[in-house]
């Protein structure tokens, strides 16, 4: 873990397996990656004030229920802490994308030159960069974080964005 404090971040992420009603090797491959980062190095730092004046390391539970994107943040030993409901229609388009390249990208690997597979990462990378500082926004007066950690948030709200 880098120099940042140590408090301010997420300690643990799970996913509301109910709502992931599909996946395959490279889309299961991306969330283990995007967990696991995610738990060795972030930055998350919620704005309200809790009790006892807890501020963290966070549990964070991640689900999708009627169209919104429900970030249930826990306390380290699983107390509530607050429920925040974001709607998804902003995210709408960035997911489509997201995923459309990365299919492309993922077909790329088996098939293309190392030169169509730069060229498909560089669009991939780049749509995941305009999402994750989207997130950041969104998040804004709410929850802060650093590039990194939204970039990984992006990947699993993506995943949780999977319906067939």
């Not at 997420?10 to 967990?35: C, F, M, P």
């Not at 998350?44 to 549990?59: D, I, L, R, S, V």
């Not at 997911?95 to 991939?124: G, H, L, N, P, W």
Request: one cysteine or more.
């Amino acid at each position: 873990m880098s120099q940042k404090d140590i408090s301010k971040r997420i300690a643990k992420v799970e996913l509301d397996d109910s709502t992931i009603l599909w996946r395959n090797a490279d889309i299961e491959q991306e969330r283990r990656i995007a967990i696991f980062d995610l738990i060795e190095d972030n930055s998350f730092e919620p704005q309200k004030t809790y009790p006892n004046n807890y501020a963290g390391p966070y549990n964070l539970h991640l689900s999708v229920q009627e169209g919104r994107l429900i970030w249930d943040i826990r306390t380290s030993d699983e107390k509530r802490l607050e429920t925040l409901i974001f709607g998804l229609a902003r995210f709408r388009r960035p997911v489509k994308d997201y995923f459309a390249i990365c299919d492309s990208y993922y077909q790329a690997i088996r098939k293309s030159t190392a030169t169509e597979i730069e060229t498909i990462d560089m669009a991939r990378r780049a749509i995941h960069n305009e999402a994750a500082e989207l997130l950041i926004e969104r998040l804004s007066g709410k929850i802060n974080v650093d590039f990194a950690t939204a970039r990984r948030l992006f990947t699993l709200i993506c995943v949780l964005h999977i319906k067939s």
